[in-house]
């Protein structure tokens, strides 16, 4: 395909590939989904916020990546056993899927009283997901794990929000429950289209010349923020 304008990435012309209509059960919207392909398949987890007011984890499949269709009833619905139930009861949201040591790791937003927090689930099949743990404080999202450990850690991203600013942090874990050794990793640009908030999106690619991250970052306009795509190669 030859390049158009300014981008280095290209729409798909036959976009959207999923709307609200596509959804069997009543919802008001259709976003932010985690693809994975498995056996031949491509899954998307899709956010999918229900008339009720609150967000749910459906799952759409495809044989191509274009086309999906979208099951039944939704996979992740808030949780009703604690500790999850507290941190949930206003939806689950924003999920990211990583392949690690044989299953499927999915980082999602726990919406509560208390405002965003990271939680993480497992499943093998799509079909069945266990939740492993809260994994944050409130204030943060945007996490993804990366696919393998390095030196003996599990890693990841996520974005606190503090002081009116959002930056990508990196932390480390021994069993994928307890985080520490947490610092700033990116940090937004004054001036630049990502000088509110920069968040994880896809999770960490591996080359040989480093992880290549695939982020958002946000700018703020008199019409409201403006989200655009960026790339960062992080040191192997």
């Known amino acids: 395909m030859p390049l158009r304008g300014r981008d280095i990435l290209h729409r798909w012309e036959g976009n959207p590939i999923l709307t609200p209509e596509d959804v069997p059960f009543p919802c008001n919207t259709v976003f932010n989904g985690g693809p994975i392909k498995l056996d031949g398949e491509y899954l998307i987890l899709l956010r999918v916020e229900g008339r009720q007011g609150y967000s749910v984890l459906a799952l759409a499949r495809s044989s191509d990546g274009y086309h999906f269709e979208v099951e039944a009833d939704p996979v992740m619905t808030p949780s009703s056993e604690e500790p999850f ?12 899927i990583t392949a690690l040591e044989g299953a499927y790791y999915i980082t999602y937003t726990a919406v509560g009283d208390c405002g965003p927090r990271i939680a993480l689930a497992r499943t093998e ?51 994928l429950a307890t985080w520490g050794r947490s610092r700033v990793l990116m940090r937004v640009r004054p001036g630049y289209w990502d000088n509110d908030r920069i968040g994880a999106s896809a999770v960490p690619i591996e080359t040989e010349q480093g992880w290549l991250e695939i982020y958002h970052g946000v700018k703020m306009t008199s019409s409201g923020p403006i989200y655009r795509l960026g790339s960062v190669m992080l040191d192997l």
């Open 85 to 96: 139930a507290t941190y949930e009861k206003h939806g689950v949201e924003d999920p990211r």
């Open 125 to 175: 099949d799509f079909r069945t997901f266990e939740r492993i743990a809260l994994i944050s404080e409130p204030g943060n999202k945007d996490c993804v794990l990366f696919p393998r450990k390095i030196d003996g850690d599990y890693v990841r991203l996520d974005r606190p929000y503090g002081h009116g600013v959002g930056n990508i942090w990196i932390s480390y874990s021994k069993d």
